[in-house]
């Protein structure tokens, strides 16, 4: 088609169809559009980085891995934060989305674009995991979103695995015989031998204090421990002082290996 013909042409539709120019702030409004909600997708991502690293965080990878591959991709299963990282995937998608319609973005390979944004996002999301945001995030889903049970619940099944080593739940009474009464997350009670286990720097053993405990089930009512760690992770460790005298096994010295 010659220039002059599709000129002709165009003009044509134009007065059939009575396409009419639009109006200069439509497209500004159009842009701005698409560039908020490119921020807003990317910030969400953020956030739901945040929350993911959060998640990730809180199982006790070191201690799975120490009981076999088995046990640690039956760990990783069930423990997989399976919302988030469809959250994250999702925003990832919809800021990739409004990004390449922003200005001259189109020009940009598009998994250039996309490892860029992932980067973005789990940078911002690393830092905000810092400064335990994360952990917030977590706790308001939990709260707000219906069909969600949280990482806790997670971690309650993960150590409701006695029979794999896994146990967890509230010190009842702790005997000078380095004997404690532990009732479990089902309220069921355990007898659990600590004399040879590694015990967490600073940690005393105290009723109703909350801990999770590696070992081996050696009855039906009666476990052995190898590690005993608080509940809730500590965030920062500070150095013994001499004054300080916890409840520590000989083993401490020796070997050290944190879940």
Request: net charge positive; no cysteine; glycine share 8%.
């Amino acid at each position: 088609m010659t220039p002059s013909k599709l000129t002709q042409s165009v003009l044509k539709k134009i007065k059939t169809q009575q396409v009419r120019p639009r109006a200069r702030w439509q497209f500004v409004f159009r842009r701005s559009t698409i560039a908020l909600g490119g921020l807003l997708f990317l910030a969400l991502g953020v956030l739901a980085a945040a929350a993911m690293i959060h998640a990730i965080t809180m199982l006790d990878w070191g201690g799975a891995w120490g009981r076999g591959p088995n046990v640690f991709f039956q760990f990783f299963w069930i423990g997989i934060p399976v919302f988030w990282l469809a959250s994250f995937g999702f925003l990832w998608w919809a800021a990739n989305f409004f990004v390449r319609r922003t200005g001259k973005a189109y020009k940009i390979p598009v998994w250039t674009g996309m490892l860029v944004l992932f980067f973005l996002q789990i940078l911002g999301g690393a830092i905000l995991h810092h400064w335990t945001m994360g952990e917030r995030i977590e706790q308001a889903a939990v709260a707000h979103v219906p069909f969600y049970r949280g990482m806790e619940d997670v971690r309650r099944r993960i150590w409701h695995r006695p029979s794999e080593g896994f146990l967890a739940g509230t010190v009842q009474k702790v005997s000078k015989d380095k004997i404690l009464i532990l009732e479990d997350f089902s309220q069921k009670i355990w007898s659990v031998d600590f004399e040879l286990a590694e015990i967490y720097p600073e940690m005393k053993l105290l009723p109703g204090q909350k801990i999770r405990t590696l070992g081996t089930k050696t009855g039906k009512e009666t476990f052995r421990a190898e590690y005993i760690r608080p509940w809730h992770k500590p965030r920062f460790q500070r150095p013994m002082r001499s004054s300080d005298t916890p409840l520590l096994s000989p083993w401490n010295e020796k070997k050290r290996q944190d879940f």
